[in-house]
């Protein structure tokens, strides 16, 4: 388990205030679909092209030039004032207890990419452009499904939130590590979040999930390439272990992945807490039941989504209840087979 004392960066809250006030990039704002509670667009280019062809996909994964790449800020997971949560702090279990089993890549690579201790293939960074023009990460990891196209992480590394829109650019890079993309990359097709989260910065409701183009060295799904994680939801707020992956600024530069372990318990409204030692960057990163560190595999159970207390070594994460799996089956019937 790593045992670095948390430190907020003030540099990287700097950082990203550069991103807001960069030159702004003409751009057509994406039309929202709504339903269930869940909110959907087409991705695109961040002047405004529908990311609906292999052409403009990769296209995408050009732009995203080991220089840019190196510049992106890590987004801030540092609480916001703006941001809203259920005025009842009560628990709020509202299901059965159920689970996606995690699945094992398709194809064997052939590249440097054996598992290494708490370093999963399945997780990897997000790259996307801000409505702004500026350039800014986050974490993620493939999700298992039967369309094999998904990759979830936290709602504001799609979207703004309350006021806001979506992100363009939007890139995901399996197990990246030090600039290198050992799978290659893959290229939203269309981004999803809780509507809560789209229209009133709910962090009860932080969650994402991307539908991703085939892509990566072989031009393949990214679940059939790098496998995908699990998913639980209403497995109650107090787990034993959870291991959380992601990649901070503060621990490596946002460079390679790290991972933090420890029981969860419930932090009020609807969401969970953990004792972690990341912070900016690891956004969206996956807090996982049974992580196994032989396969890279687990069940996620939360993403991170802020640090309710700057410095005091927690994070929060929405509790996966039925809405994860609202968002869940709302996406994956919308991926193309």
């Known amino acids: 388990m790593l045992r670095s004392t948390l430190r907020w960066s003030a540099s990287a809250s700097l950082a990203l205030a550069l991103v807001v006030t960069a030159p702004a990039v003409a751009q057509a704002?994406?039309?929202?679909?709504?339903?269930?509670?869940?909110?959907?667009a087409v991705a695109r280019t961040s002047d405004g092209r529908a990311i609906t062809n292999?052409?403009?996909?990769?296209?995408?994964?050009?732009?995203?030039?080991?220089?840019?790449?190196?510049?992106?800020?890590?987004?801030?997971?540092?609480?916001?004032?703006?941001?809203?949560?259920?005025?009842?702090?009560?628990?709020?279990?509202?299901?059965?207890?159920?689970?996606?089993?995690?699945?094992?890549?398709?194809?064997?690579?052939?590249?440097?990419?054996?598992?290494?201790?708490?370093?999963?293939?399945?997780?990897?960074?997000?790259?996307?452009?801000?409505?702004?023009?500026?350039?800014?990460?986050c974490s993620a990891s493939a999700v298992a499904s039967g369309k094999a196209r998904l990759v979830m992480t936290a709602g504001h590394c799609v979207h703004q939130g309350a006021g806001g829109q979506w992100y363009s650019n939007w890139q995901f890079v399996p197990r990246y590590r030090d600039g290198a993309r050992p799978f290659g990359t893959f290229v939203a097709y269309q981004l999803a979040a809780r509507t809560a989260w789209i229209n009133s910065s709910s962090y009860d409701e932080d969650m994402a999930i991307a539908i991703m183009h085939n892509g990566g060295n072989w031009g393949l799904k990214v679940v059939e390439t790098v496998g995908g994680h699990g998913m639980r939801w209403n497995w109650g707020y107090n787990i034993s272990l959870m291991t959380a992956?992601?990649?901070?600024?503060?621990?490596?530069?946002?460079?390679?992945?790290?991972?933090?372990?420890?029981?969860?318990?419930?932090?009020?409204?609807?969401?969970?807490?953990m004792w972690c030692n990341m912070t900016y960057g690891s956004s969206g990163g996956p807090w996982l039941q049974e992580y196994n560190d032989q396969n890279g595999l687990g069940f996620i159970n939360s993403v991170v989504s802020?640090?309710?207390n700057p410095g005091n070594g927690q994070f929060d994460g929405p509790y996966f209840d039925n809405d994860i799996k609202s968002l869940y089956d709302f996406v994956e019937g919308l991926s193309p087979a």
């Open 29 to 40: 704002k994406p039309t929202t679909a709504e339903r269930n509670g869940n909110s959907t």
């Open 54 to 137: 292999e052409k403009i996909a990769e296209e995408v994964a050009r732009y995203w030039t080991p220089q840019r790449m190196a510049s992106a800020v890590d987004l801030d997971i540092a609480k916001s004032a703006k941001a809203t949560e259920s005025t009842s702090r009560a628990p709020k279990p509202d299901g059965p207890a159920g689970s996606v089993a995690p699945v094992r890549p398709s194809v064997a690579s052939g590249a440097d990419v054996g598992i290494q201790l708490n370093e999963s293939a399945v997780v990897g960074k997000v790259y996307f452009t801000t409505p702004n023009g500026g350039g800014a990460s």
């Open 245 to 273: 992956l992601g990649y901070p600024s503060n621990l490596g530069g946002g460079e390679s992945q790290y991972f933090c372990q420890s029981g969860t318990w419930h932090a009020g409204s609807q969401q969970i807490r």
């Open 306 to 308: 802020h640090g309710d």
